[in-house]
């Protein structure tokens, strides 16, 4: 549920350089009790104003 929630109401963008080439993620991955990809530099945005004002309401902030 909390994934669909991040999808639904952000706009998730790779980090540009200095140069504004786009960073490419490595493929690398942590392992441990749960397997997860190493961090990955993104920029989270809100898709509107709407969904801006449901993220504020949230009880995850």
Do not use: Y
């Not at 706009?11 to 960073?23: A, C, D, L, R, Y």
Request: glycine fraction near 4%; proline fraction near 7%; charged fraction near 15%.
């Amino acid at each position: 549920m909390m994934v669909a929630s991040v999808l639904h109401t952000l706009n998730i963008h790779p980090v540009t350089g200095n140069n504004e080439e786009k960073f490419d993620p490595s493929s690398e991955v942590i392992t441990g009790l749960v397997s997860a990809p190493e961090r990955v530099p993104c920029t989270l945005t809100a898709r509107s104003t709407n969904a801006e004002r449901l993220i504020q309401q949230s009880s995850l902030c």
